[in-house]
């Protein structure tokens, strides 16, 4: 991707610039009507969906949802150092670890009841269990291929979105209504929300520390994604591996641990962390807003129920999991 070239900039621009517009109207409702500024933007996003299928503005929406949202995370690492890690506490960081594979175990486990293969309640628990879409892709690429292979990717992408809009929303209502603080919501919302677009959104319609909490402990699932890929690559030896599978960790999150560990063994000065900070929250309200706009309610539609359902039992499955561990945990 050449952003110097002018024809890019041609290219890209008009859906940018509508992706900057939805997040400055998605502001504006936050500041004077109180609304959360990140859920306005993803429900703005959706009612303009039809910019996405079509047209000038549809290049510059994909790019928003990808490249500007992994800016924004990136650019979080500058206000997140390895104190926060160590605050987070080993017992935490292994109910993450262990909602992760027991997510992925559990749709394998639970597919044929289903009515759908364990390759298929692989792909489908990975992406809830790591990170959504992202993962979908990535552990598509070891499956073997056939002739439903890429409409099971098409359904694991666009349910586990659709899931992780909905819980979005209902996430941060069901941690105000258990009693959890700051801290803990964001741990529940990184620890179940699929996508890393809609855990920054729902982590900060609570508070900038839920935000923050929340953005940190998806990092951590996402960087899961490495393992979890080694290990399938090794036990599915017939799976196809191609040249251009995506990479076992994300671009974007390697920019966050080294702008994090950056912040964490230097003394950098207050007014670039607090730009960093505000450059963030722009470039992800930006990129929600994009994620909305790619959301098709027609397309939603059409998924299977069963497959639909074993989708939602392996969300829930998380939730209730990482909700009991909190518990547990005090």
Request: hydrophobic share 60%; net charge neutral.
């Amino acid at each position: 991707m050449d952003l110097i070239s002018p024809d890019w900039w041609r290219r890209h621009a008009p859906g940018l610039m509508v992706a900057g517009l939805v997040a400055l109207a998605a502001q504006f409702l936050s500041e004077h009507y109180g609304a959360p500024a990140m859920l306005m933007a993803i429900l703005l996003g959706i009612a303009l969906n039809f910019l996405s299928e079509e047209g000038r503005a549809a290049p510059g929406i994909g790019v928003a949802a990808r490249g500007v949202l992994r800016l924004g995370v990136a650019l979080l690492g500058l206000r997140i150092s390895a104190e926060m890690f160590v605050g987070l506490g080993w017992p935490l960081l292994a109910l993450i670890v262990v909602g992760v594979g027991a997510t992925i175990g559990v749709g394998m486990a639970v597919a044929p009841l289903f009515r759908a293969s364990r390759g298929f309640g692989f792909l489908t628990g990975g992406a809830v269990a790591i990170c959504g879409a992202s993962a979908a892709m990535a552990l598509a690429a070891l499956l073997p291929k056939g002739a439903r292979a890429e409409r099971d990717l098409v359904f694991a992408v666009v349910g586990v979105t659709v899931l992780s809009t909905l819980a979005m929303i209902v996430y941060p209502m069901l941690a105000a209504g258990l009693g959890l603080d700051d801290r803990l919501t964001g741990v529940f919302l990184g620890a179940t929300i699929h996508d890393v677009a809609q855990v920054v959104g729902a982590g900060f319609s609570v508070s900038p520390e839920a935000g923050e909490t929340a953005t940190l402990v998806k990092l951590i699932r996402v960087a899961l994604l490495a393992p979890v890929v080694l290990v399938a690559a090794l036990v599915l030896r017939d799976g196809a591996v191609g040249a251009d599978r995506p990479p076992l960790l994300p671009g974007f999150v390697i920019g966050f641990l080294v702008l994090a560990t950056l912040n964490s063994v230097l003394d950098l000065p207050h007014w670039l962390t607090a730009a960093a900070g505000d450059g963030s929250r722009a470039a992800l309200l930006t990129a929600v807003a994009a994620v909305g706009m790619k959301t098709s309610v027609a397309r939603l539609m059409q998924v299977g129920a069963a497959a639909m359902a074993l989708l939602v039992a392996e969300t829930v499955f998380l939730a209730a999991l990482v909700l009991a561990g909190l518990w547990l945990l005090g």
